[in-house]
């Protein structure tokens, strides 16, 4: 049983194959996949994680990452979301990392914002959009 304790927006999968979680669909399993939608999941996922010691890597959509069939054995760390998390204020947009880039797009368009339109059809979550490339 993991250290991490599921919650209501925490889903914890001991021994999970990484494949499903991946674009390329290779992966074997890790110690346990935490899957997180929000920020407040997110942080206290890693607050928890850190208390506890536990050796982590942290992934979006998972585009861009290729796992060992021999898998890993660190917990890994999921954060994506199905449900955009955008809010616009002003002309500002604030968005979380978990957000698919592709629903961002759409977002943008249909708000009438220019500058987003390249990346429809690119892979992944915001966040690792802006860390990955």
């Known amino acids: 049983m993991p250290p991490m304790a599921p919650s209501a927006d925490v889903k914890v999968i001991p021994n999970a194959p990484l494949a499903p979680y991946t674009t390329f ?3 074997g399993p890790c110690r346990y996949l935490i899957e997180c939608g929000t920020p407040d999941a997110l942080r206290n996922s890693i ?14 959509g998972g585009s861009n990452v290729v ?9 890994v760390i999921r954060y994506a979301s199905a449900t955009p998390l955008i809010e616009r204020r002003g002309d500002d947009l604030w968005v979380s990392g ?13 708000e009438g914002l220019q500058g987003m339109v390249y990346a429809s059809g690119i892979p992944g979550t ?3 959009a802006v860390v990955g490339n």
């Open 25 to 27: 669909r290779l992966g």
């Open 47 to 60: 607050q928890q994680l850190a208390k506890e010691q536990t050796p982590f890597i942290l992934i979006g």
């Open 67 to 75: 796992v060992s069939d021999f898998g890993l054995h660190s917990a």
């Open 98 to 110: 978990s957000t698919d880039l592709d629903a961002l797009a759409i977002f943008c368009v249909e």
């Open 126 to 128: 915001v966040g690792g």
